[in-house]
């Protein structure tokens, strides 16, 4: 009797085992028991769900009741935090770390200090060292596709596949001489040559970045678009940022708005991506809408310039291609898209009047899937589906600034901040995991910095020329 | 030779014992090689200081030149990171924690959600469960001194006489019926007895809250100001909030603002902190200013609530007494008042059209000195001077959002959020080192707060009452 019986049992544990072992799907990483946002277009969530990852593609999403049918190398029990698409910083100039907290409050700055400080102080080393200690602190924050605007954009590129992120790097563009090229023809090739360079790259999109339309020539503007054409690159630009901006456009345009003056030489196409966007009126709108063009919303940078409030409710709701940016780390001043859902949804709640206005799900839709397709990248990122690039972050909820969480959406806009980010992972690779950078030194790469700022100090803070 | 040389030196070490210990000022707590923000009179800065800790008073702070003349029982080494004042929230509602991310968005909320919510769920278990959350997450985010207005605040009382922290705690009175009272006349007869009760506690100022002018009766107004002065303790009362309430004062007063009103019944007095005070007219800040009215800046809670923006700007710089608050984790939704410092900075700037208003080192004032003067506090807390009661917070600065750090108060305000508070002393105690809390278990609180929770969803949530 006790014989049958054991036999019994092993028979059924063999036979549990072949079931399973028939069913098992092989992947790479699984992510149990996470309250998963996915959103996907109908904003599907999962309060016990789990997401797995076969090599850098998200291979399944679910509600968790298929659970045992999977066989994962590595798995991750996310014990009811939040599951959710990496976020994606539309808009920043990642290398300016180094200069982070100086000057932040001058008038007219950007003229007076920043591009002569750069002209001073930018190089290779510089770019690299910014480059590096940004990236941190966006993995760190969350970020797992940003998009940089800058120079040595190559020396980006280069941090950036060490890391292991995914970016959208623009190499700058400007009609006067600057670290990397004496004037915008050479700034073109250089920026020819970096897209030759990594056109191929599987996680890293090099892109022109001409830095505005005023700071630059009709012509160049005209020959970037077509080559941005030519290479099926973006094009990232300032646009629309400032009231001096429409000045000088308008008396070189003979009274066109900037984004009416980029229609007409031909600029505004699918592939241009315009960070700010702030002044503009209802029809350079449609005109934006028109030519599909994305755009980057900073409102943290825009608000502490006293630059004013872009309408991106107004052009999210019309369907405009928008998502959420942080601008340079001299601008935001930090670097993590989380840092600004809380100012997004709160100021226009403030110049709307009305607190309704931008509920917390259409914020975090502008940091994922909204980003995403500000890029043009929606096909691949920003949302948490089947077939995806698996860009992924783990969102701690027992810190005690998120206790409880009646909504998430809620939780993620009005309470977290950067480092209640657990887990980031990118192309299915972890690069952060319980805060801990996996694939890169921190410690080294913040002394290189400290060190860097040393430098900074001795050569124009101390010599009096940055007014503190 | 060799023993002379030996004896030589051991005759020195002696002398220099001997020397030492003759200068030696014994001392408790050393903090070290810090960048001390003493927001003293002068705003003293020390680049390597040091702060001296005797009992619960600091007994020194200095440049660092006399680092070896204290003996200290216990060192903390900040290596560069920023020291200062520990923040003092002028205004929460801490219990409320409990219903944090619910219904954030409603228009009407006060009226339509939390009033009915409360009269359903406020009981001494929730107001002990969710004031000990926030007291962990305002600790954790650097706060040292809070000022609550709610129900129950013997309750409040108790879980801030066991975390260690200071406070000053408002019961409620309110003309409708509430959990720990059925009239405003009750809750008075509450307050007082709460008051007798903490009189003399060391770190426990107990006060009146009437809710609002609109929400009590001239009469109730006026018992609790002459009770207030009797007793001498703090009126705390949200004041000049929202337009309803300035139509129904109008309608009560003939015409007055809530300000010109309080002013008439005899309302005003050094003993009153009147919270968010938006709506209010250039004479009503005369009026406030000298009557020597405190007041509780909320800035986060305002524009989440499309309230408007308070003219604090205005009043600081027409030296009336004003400090940060966050308001209630259902308002802002985070208590930390380090998460308020970038929204008080920009959006003062937004308004006032000058990227100049506002600057880090008046919102650092106003989250320290400002907030210890809102509560009349200033002799006793809000900066580090010698003979103040020691309420020390230590800022991570190798944080990677935090790197580099040119001007600490820009880095404060545009870049540290709560995580990056590292030690928190109140009282000459740490009550949080490391980011490891030390007087209370912070898994057991969350673990209680989770389930009262569960408990929140089970009543008003999934009966659709609340609607998210």
Redesign the interface.
């Known amino acids: 009797m006790f014989k049958k019986t054991l036999l019994a049992v092993s028979m059924t544990a063999a036979c549990l085992a072949s079931a399973s072992s028939l069913a098992a799907e092989k992947v790479d990483l699984l992510i149990k028991n996470a309250t998963v946002l996915t959103m996907d277009q109908d904003k599907t969530v999962y309060d016990n769900g789990l997401v797995a990852v076969r090599d850098n593609k998200i291979f399944a999403v679910t509600d968790g009741s298929d659970l045992a049918e999977y066989k994962a190398k590595q798995t991750i029990d996310a014990d009811g935090d939040i599951v959710m698409p990496g976020l994606i910083n539309t808009h920043t100039h990642v290398s300016m770390?180094?200069?982070?907290?100086?000057a932040?409050?001058?008038?007219d700055?950007l003229h007076r200090y920043i591009f002569p400080l750069e002209k001073k102080l930018v190089s290779r080393d510089m770019v690299r060292i910014g480059a590096q200690?940004?990236n941190?602190?966006m993995v760190?924050?969350g970020v797992t596709t940003y998009a940089d605007m800058y120079y040595f954009e190559d020396e980006v590129a280069k941090t950036v596949d060490q890391i292991g992120m995914r970016a959208v790097l623009g190499e700058t563009v400007i009609k006067f001489p600057v670290a990397d090229a004496a004037n915008a023809e050479e700034g073109i090739m250089y920026a020819v040559n970096f897209i030759e360079e990594y056109k191929n790259h599987p996680r890293i999109t090099p892109a022109f970045a001409p830095h505005a339309p005023y700071t630059n020539t009709t012509e160049t503007l005209q020959t970037i678009t077509k080559l941005s054409l030519q290479y099926d690159v973006p094009v990232m630009i300032h646009l629309a940022e400032s009231k001096r901006e429409n000045q000088v456009i308008a008396e070189r345009s003979g009274g066109k708005s900037p984004v009416e003056y980029m229609a007409q030489i031909g600029a505004l196409t699918p592939n241009l991506v315009g960070a700010h966007v702030i002044n503009v009126s209802d029809s350079d709108i449609e005109l934006l809408k028109k030519h599909d063009v994305g755009i980057a919303h900073n409102m943290?940078a825009n608000?502490?310039?006293?630059k004013?409030?872009s309408p991106a409710l107004k052009m999210f709701d019309d369907g405009l291609r928008i998502g959420l940016g942080t601008d340079g780390p001299m601008s935001?001043?930090?670097i993590?898209t989380i840092?600004e859902f809380?100012?997004v949804?709160?100021?226009h709640?403030?110049v709307?009047?009305?607190?309704?206005?931008m509920?917390?799900i259409k914020v975090i839709e502008m940091a994922t899937m909204g980003a995403a397709r500000a890029l043009h990248m929606e096909d691949k990122i920003g949302s948490l589906e089947t077939g995806k690039l698996a860009d992924i972050i783990v969102v701690d909820t027992?810190?005690?600034?998120m206790?409880?969480?009646?909504?998430p959406y809620?939780?993620l806009v009005?309470?977290a901040?950067?480092?209640?980010v657990k887990h980031t992972i990118v192309d299915g690779k972890v690069l952060m995991q319980d805060r801990n950078m996996l694939t890169v030194d921190?410690t080294a790469i913040?002394n290189e910095?400290?060190k860097f700022?040393d430098t900074?100090?001795k050569t124009v803070?101390e010599s009096g020329e940055?007014v503190?």
Chains 1, 2 share one sequence.
């Not at 770390?97 to 100086?102: E, G, L, P, Q, W």
């Not at 608000?303 to 006293?306: M, P, Q």
């Not at 709307?352 to 206005?357: E, G, I, L, W, Y």
């Open positions: 770390t180094v200069f982070r907290s100086m932040d409050d001058v008038p700055r200690l940004g941190v602190e760190k924050g943290s608000i502490k310039s006293a004013g409030v935001g001043n930090t993590s840092d809380n100012q949804a709160k100021v709640k403030l709307n009047k009305d607190r309704a206005a509920p917390p027992k810190a005690p600034n206790v409880p969480v009646y909504n809620s939780a009005y309470s901040y950067a480092a209640n921190e913040r910095a400290l700022a900074v100090r803070v940055i503190q």
